[in-house]
């Protein structure tokens, strides 16, 4: 392109990102600002030249820093940046949530990104967290609640069956009274009917909501790896696959899929600055017990600072602001919800390994 060409181009570009709404930015491979835009600037509340007069990193929110920098390093390494989020902190100290999408140019030692303000949807996210943290809370308080006044009115239901029925009509001559004593009869009657077939409804609605059947694990792999494949294609994540030594489970698809998809998601997210994402999955029979094993080579975490919560509903590990500590609590609810269990080992730099156990099936 001659420097005439540029020069036009320029200036066509201009309007576009001196107008945008959206927060441009040029840096170089220093880590400094070399243009920024007004929407960049109006946000953050600093001057262009105070912008360009640190580094970038002296901007961003403390707890992010590590976290960006090893993305950064992608950027360095000639590796597209999309849907990272990460806060910075403005000159009145209000930290802001931006969602940053960037493209290296090694050529000309620069990088150009876009970003968007999110703070707004950050504040609602934690709001819907909180509001399922209680819901999750308040239904098993329910389930338990149906499971404990069942259990509880029985009893006492029974018993007064049980002295209506000692009660010998015939030794009683008041009609009225032999009238009510028999409506009694017929009323505590009604009244353990209607709450067994209550409970039993209830039983049968939960145990449908959890009904197991025969799971393909590499039919139920291969649908999330197609539903993500834009994004384990963009990370150059790499599948060992096993499931020779089992093939089906007793599960449910839609459980399956969310384990997955959660393991591999995470997996791509928690990768090692420069390394390719390489997941290793196999199943096998031990015991006569069905097993899943899945394991990464990504960043892992501290078994002793982090295992005990690690399948909290609202955690965030890694310094990873990202992190809604969601997806492995969803993980967790699949697996013990149809009847199995997980264990997880990690070290730091070694990554993570997850270990399923399903129910068996009983015929």
Known sequence: MTKQSKTALNETLAPFFNQSIDCLCIANYDGYFVDINPGLVALLGYSVEELKSKKISEFIYAEDRELTAAKRQKLLDNVPLVNFENRYVSKSGRLIWLHWTSLPLPGEGLIYAIAKDITHKKKLQKEQLSHLSELSIANRELQQLNYTTSHD???????????????????????????????????????????????????????????????????????????????????????????????????????????????????????????????????????????????????????????????????????????????????????????????????????????????????
């Open 153 to 363: 009115l029985r009893s006492p239901i029974n018993n007064l069956i049980s002295l209506v029925n000692l009660i010998d009509l015939e030794k009683i001559s008041d009609t009225e009274t032999k009238e009510i004593l028999a409506m009694i009869k017929v009323s505590s009657n009604g009244l353990i009917d209607t709450m067994n077939s209550n409970i039993d409804a209830f039983k049968k609605k939960d145990r449908a909501q959890k009904q197991l059947s025969q799971t393909n694990l590499m039919e139920v792999l291969n649908k999330v790896r197609h539903s993500i494949g834009s994004l384990i294609k963009q990370s150059d994540t790499r599948f060992n696959i096993d499931f020779s030594a089992l093939n089906v489970v007793w599960f449910t698809p839609k459980a399956l899929e969310s384990v997955f998809l959660n393991f591999i998601t995470n997996s791509i997210k928690y990768s090692k600055s420069g390394v390719s994402p390489i997941i290793t999955i196999c199943s096998k029979k031990e015991n006569g017990k069905s097993i899943l094993m899945y394991k990464d080579n990504g960043i892992g975490f501290d078994m002793k600072k982090i295992g005990h919560q690690l399948f909290k509903l609202n955690e965030g590990f890694h310094g990873e602001s990202n992190s809604k500590g969601v997806g492995l609590y969803l993980v967790y609810q699949k697996v013990t919800g149809h009847g199995g269990s997980i264990k997880v080992d990690s070290e730091v730099n070694k990554g993570t390994t997850f270990s399923i156990t399903f129910k068996e099936h009983l015929n």
